[in-house]
C-alpha cells in the first residue's frame, strides 16, 4: 500500500532509471559503432595440416590502396537467399548417445554445439527422423502392429519411441537456443500402410494417402505438446533408395499425388504452419523435384524441394531455381564415412556444400550424422554402419570429427536471417559472402589448392590482405 501513498516519490527513480538505460544504450551504441568503423576484420582459420582447428587469430585491417594477389570483391547490395541455419541431423542414436552422458558433461557438450558463447558453435538447424532413420538401434514407426493388423484411424498413434532420448535432449537444446529450427524426414510409413508391408522398400499404398498425411499431422501436433516446433517436413527421405532400412519407394508422380491429394490439404484443415519440402535425395535428378512442381495442384501446397550430393552436381538446385524462382531449395544431408580424413573431408565439403550450396540458393547446409559411437554404432539391421558422426561419444569422451568443423565454420557466424551477399569467384580460392541480421559481413573461403595463398578482400572500396596455406578454411567477419 505504501507506494500509492507517495506516487511523487517514484518519478525522479523513474527518471533516473530511463537516463540509465537511454546512456547504457546509447554507450553500447557507440562501442557498436566505433567497432565498425575501426576498420578491424575478425579472423578465424581452420587449418587441418598444421592443425589449428576453427580458432580465433589476430584481427587483421581494412585500408586504402593497393591489393595483393587476387581480389575478392564483396558486394553486399546485390543480395540472394536468406539462411534459415547450419546443423546436423539429431538421429535417434545421436540422442540415445548424448543422453546417457553425465548431466554436467551433456549440458557442457550442448552449449558447446548450440550456443554462440565463447567456444559455442552455434548450430542453427537440426533434421529428425520421423520414425526411425536407419541411424537407430531398431526399427519403428508410431504405429506398429502385428503383421496382418491395420489402423486406419491412427487410433494406436504414439510418440512414445522418441520420448526416452530424443525429445528430453531436444527440450534441452531448446533451452539453449529456443529458436533452432526443425526439420522431420520419414524413413518409412509404418508398414501395414505399404505394398510389401515391410519396413524397407515397398510404396504407399493409394488407399493410405489420406491416413498418412493425417501421421504427419498427429506427429506435428503431438510433438509441439511436449514444446517442440517442427518447421518443415520432408515427405520421404531419398524416395529414389528403397534399398535402405528403413526405407520407402516414392516416385515423382506418387509425390504429387500425395500432396494434392492428401499431406497439403490435411495441413490446411490442421492449419498448420509446417512447410511442405520435396524430393529430399541426390542432385542427380533435379527433373524430381520439377516434374511434382509442374503440377500447379500439388505445387501450391510446397515451400521448396531438398537435395542430397551422393550423386550429380550441385549446381543442379540452381537448375530448380531457375525453373520455379519463387520456391526455396534447401540441403539436407551428406555423410562422412569411417574412419574420415579432416584434410579432404573439409575441403570437399567446405567447397561443395558450406560454399557451393549456399551459392546455388539452398537456405540451409546439414550434414549427416550429429553423433555415433567409436564403432558407427548405433544403426538398424542394414543401415549405415560406416557414417562417421560429427562427433564420436564413448561414454562421457567426445571426440570433435571432419563434420563438426564443416559446420562450425558457418554455423557460429552466419546467423539465420542472413542473407547470402554477391562475392567473385576466384580461382583456387572458392569464397561466399552473407550479410547478417546485425549487419555485419561474413566471407568464408577456402584455399583449394596445395600451396599458400595470399589474396585481398574487397569490400565498399576498403581492401584488406589475407593469407591462407593449402587446404586451411577462412572465416572472416567485419
Known amino acids: 500500500m505504501r507506494m500509492y501513498r507517495h506516487p511523487v516519490r517514484l518519478l525522479p527513480i523513474c527518471f533516473l532509471v530511463g537516463l540509465l538505460v537511454s546512456f547504457s544504450n546509447y554507450s553500447f551504441g557507440q562501442v557498436r559503432s566505433k567497432q565498425a568503423q575501426s576498420g578491424r576484420i575478425e579472423f578465424w582459420l581452420t587449418d587441418p595440416v598444421r592443425p589449428v582447428l576453427f580458432v580465433q587469430q589476430s584481427s587483421m585491417a581494412f585500408r586504402s590502396g593497393s591489393k595483393d594477389g587476387p581480389t575478392i570483391h564483396v558486394d553486399p547490395t546485390q543480395t540472394y537467399q536468406t539462411i534459415d541455419g547450419f546443423g546436423y541431423t539429431l538421429t535417434g542414436g545421436s540422442a540415445m548417445l548424448i543422453h ?9 557438450l550442448l552449449n558447446e554445439l548450440f550456443s554462440t558463447e565463447g567456444k559455442g558453435i552455434g548450430v542453427s538447424y537440426l533434421r529428425l527422423s520421423i520414425g526411425a532413420s536407419d541411424l537407430d538401434e531398431q526399427v519403428f514407426s508410431y504405429d ?35 529458436a533452432i529450427k526443425i526439420l522431420g524426414s520419414p524413413w518409412s510409413p509404418p508398414p501395414w500402410m ?17 491416413t498418412y498425411a ?12 511436449a514444446g517442440i516446433r517442427i518447421d518443415a517436413v520432408t515427405i520421404q527421405n531419398e524416395p529414389l533408395h528403397p534399398g535402405n532400412n528403413p526405407s520407402l519407394l516414392m516416385l515423382p508422380a506418387e509425390q504429387a499425388l500425395f500432396i494434392k491429394k ?29 516434374t511434382v512442381l509442374n503440377d500447379p495442384e500439388a505445387r501450391k501446397y510446397v515451400d521448396g524441394s531438398a537435395f542430397h550430393l551422393y550423386g550429380g552436381s550441385i549446381s543442379a538446385l540452381s537448375d530448380v ?37 549456399t551459392r546455388n540458393w539452398s537456405r540451409t547446409v546439414l550434414q549427416w550424422n550429429l ?52 562475392s567473385d569467384e576466384v580461382k583456387n580460392l572458392p569464397n561466399v559472402a552473407f550479410k547478417t541480421p546485425d549487419g555485419r559481413k561474413v566471407l568464408i573461403v577456402l584455399n583449394d589448392s596445395p600451396s599458400t595463398q ?15 596455406s593449402g587446404g586451411s578454411v577462412g572465416t572472416y567477419i567485419w
Not at 194 to 210: A, F, H, P, T
Not at 376 to 402: E, M, Y
Not at 454 to 468: R, V, Y
Request: aromatic letters at 8%; one cysteine or more; charged letters at 25%.
Open 144 to 178: 506398429d502392429l502385428p503383421a496382418g493388423e491395420t489402423d486406419p484411424t491412427l487410433a494406436k498413434f504414439s510418440l512414445a519411441p522418441d520420448q526416452q532420448h530424443l525429445i528430453p535432449i531436444l527440450k534441452e537444446i531448446l533451452a539453449i537456443n529456443p
Open 321 to 357: 531455381h531457375k525453373a520455379y524462382p519463387d520456391k526455396n531449395l534447401y540441403f539436407t544431408e551428406q555423410w562422412i564415412g569411417a574412419p574420415g580424413n579432416l584434410k579432404g573431408d573439409l575441403a570437399w565439403h567446405v567447397r561443395e556444400l558450406i560454399i557451393g550450396a
Open 262 to 290: 492428401s499431406l497439403g490439404p490435411a495441413f490446411k484443415a490442421a492449419k498448420l504452419k509446417t512447410k511442405i519440402i520435396l524430393y529430399d535425395h541426390n542432385a542427380d535428378r533435379p527433373d524430381y523435384p520439377i
Open 100 to 108: 546417457r552422458m553425465e548431466a554436467a558433461t551433456r549440458a557442457k
Open 371 to 422: 553423433a555415433a559411437d567409436p564403432k558407427q554404432n548405433p544403426h538398424t539391421p542394414g543401415g549405415c554402419d560406416q557414417c562417421l558422426g560429427a562427433l564420436t561419444i564413448d561414454g562421457n569422451r567426445i571426440k570433435r570429427n571432419p563434420a563438426y568443423y564443416n559446420v562450425a565454420v558457418a554455423s557460429k557466424f552466419v546467423r539465420p536471417g542472413s542473407v547470402r551477399i554477391a
Open 214 to 225: 493425417r501421421y504427419f499431422v498427429k506427429y506435428i501436433q503431438g510433438i509441439a505438446k
Open 194 to 210: 505399404k505394398s510389401n508391408g515391410n519396413s524397407k522398400g515397398g510404396s504407399l499404398k493409394l488407399e493410405y494417402y489420406d
Open 454 to 468: 595470399t589474396f585481398s578482400i574487397d569490400s565498399e572500396g576498403k581492401q584488406a590482405t589475407a593469407t591462407l
